[in-house]
């Protein structure tokens, strides 16, 4: 066959395909264009999922007769006036989606220019000539566009097969616009199916920080507002914001995981690394923490024309970026301190409060429900220590230290936890007397009160009472306290007697033999071999007899995926999870008043104790208001 052109509808319609896959698509790149144009108001109207008929208007700043003729004609656009792509400061420059629209579906444009006396409408179907008519729009004079699209896909019937149902097109439409509506707090969204609103977000004044947690709030569900971290850091140019959860405010997948650069929204296995770099000291592996991470920096160190659709990004120094966000969100979460998510609260509420379900309650993780914490089945205090280490647990299992003569605690405890003598015997100790001052002012954690079943600790707070579990509590505190020893000495290696020598592809090799002094500092001293063999010569003590042929290859594949070794941390940091599991105080033992409060006193003084080292919640605290609630005292 000869080489021929093709014909330029053809060549559209193909074109259209990188661009325009799905009605999320489209919208995306109108409300794009809308935002470039300075709107202040988007409303985006759908039918049947989009695939009828989508509209997208504004309030921005319009265009003129002859600017909707060009709008329509392949890579012409407003948003490179100085024909440079390598500080591109608006969301759109390609000058691609409004013909890529326009070839596959019908689509008509009305808009009138700021201070414009009279609008225009120009339609085209299916890639064929433009209709361009005087239009009546509503607004005035203040300018403003409206774009409706029919027929998605119709001049591509292949394409239309491939689309979802409805409900799933709507679905991955309100995630595209929320998206949106995250990175712009000052822009008021709002977004309708079959003439139902779906969510109406206002415009939110005042400060920047403020109005995008409000936003976030509205989004990502109030108990993300309430239980969010500030970030604010700066490295070089870069600069970081946003708002990070607590770790015990975690869900079954990334979907609560949002990040921006610049102010576009973004996917980038980069930073979702990061993000899971910076929460894997607190979180099992099959849960993930709800963030929104704003990135900004000069525009010559990102390339944003990296695909048609603008999703991805890449850096010019992925590692400094990287480094600043780990950093960022690890100083946020030590800042947190022993603190909890108010979820935790909610979720115990939710669970004793008579005729309240699981589904009444709210559990699931979706907006406007309590994100859930999860631990691995079985729970962890059965787990069991690698051959060799048992003896080393006893090392780490310090007692707790003895509270001496604090400050309003030379109460008794209104509750025993001792076993009463015979069967039917009430527990002794006295009540508080009526009036008496409360011990617990001054210590967020309050004043031990009780024990019971020998595993809960209850302590009495100025507005309310703290439950602990006392295991999961003391097991993060020794857990910090091997990190710092760790951190002081440095991880104990174990020289092979024979070396190891492993093959891999040669690019694995390269990359692991780039990150050895990495490696080394965990432990693992690797050296190269040969082409793609290593020479294994020392491993980390603590994983006792390791695999060493499958840790390499782990850590090869991770660092192609994620640009880090994650493998060999989250080993390290399993076995001394475990070291700290049987190091700590168990379940079943009785402690005494003062070991209780010297628990409670050093959880308030050690960063990440409010949850243990898989996620799940060291302590509920319930306020004397929601007890009252309960009682029907409110």
Known sequence: ???????????????????????????????????????????????????????????????????????????????????????????GFRGEALPSIAAVARLSIASRARGAGEAWRIAVEGGGPPELAPAALGGGAKGGTRVEVRDLFFATPARLKFLKSARSEVMAVRDALERLAMAQPGVAFSLEHEERSLFRYEAESGD???????????????????????????????????????????????????????????????????????????????????????????????????????????????????????????HALAEAGHRASTTVAQAALGAIRPGVDEAAAGYGGGQGRLPSYAFPAGGYRGARLPRGLAEAAAGYHAPLPEAGALPGFDHAPSARGEAPEAEGTEAEGPLPEAGQATPAAGFPLGAARAQLHATYVVAQTADGIVIVDQHAAHERLVYERMKRQIAATGVARQILLVPEVVELDEPAAERLLARAPELAELGLVVEGFGGGTLLVRETPALLGQVDVQGLLRDLADELAELDQALSLKERLEEVCGTLACHGSVRAGRRLTVEEMNALLREMEATPHSGQCNHGRPTYVELKLADIERLFGRR
């Not at 008929?53 to 012409?76: I, Q, T, Y």
């Not at 490295?235 to 869900?251: D, F």
């Not at 000291?281 to 000069?298: I, K, N």
């Open 208 to 330: 920047l920080f403020d109005a995008r947690l409000k936003r976030l709030g509205a989004v990502m569900g109030r108990e993300f507002q309430d239980n969010a971290l500030a970030l604010d850091a700066r490295r070089e140019s870069l600069h970081l914001t946003g708002y990070i959860g607590l770790p015990t405010l975690n869900k079954a997948n990334a979907l609560g995981q949002y990040l921006f650069v610049n102010g576009r929204p973004v996917r980038d296995r980069l930073l979702l690394g990061a993000i899971r770099g910076a929460y894997q000291d607190f979180l099992a592996r099959d849960r993930h923490p709800m963030v929104a991470l704003f990135l900004e920096l000069p525009p010559e160190e990102v390339d944003v024309n990296v695909h048609p659709a603008k999703a991805e990004v890449r850096f010019r120094d992925p590692g400094l970026v990287r480094g600043l966000i780990v950093s960022a969100c690890k």
């Open 1 to 91: 066959m000869t080489i021929r052109r093709l014909p330029e509808t053809l060549v559209n319609r193909i074109a259209a395909g990188e661009v325009i896959e799905r009605p999320a698509a489209a919208v995306k790149e109108l409300v794009e264009n809308s935002l470039d144009a300075h709107a202040r108001r988007v409303t985006v109207g759908l039918r049947d999922g989009g695939k009828a008929w989508l509209c997208v208007a504004d309030d921005g700043d319009g265009m003129s007769r002859d600017e909707l003729g060009l709008a329509l004609e392949r890579h012409a656009t407003s948003k490179l006036p100085d024909d440079d792509l390598v500080r591109i400061a608006t969301l």
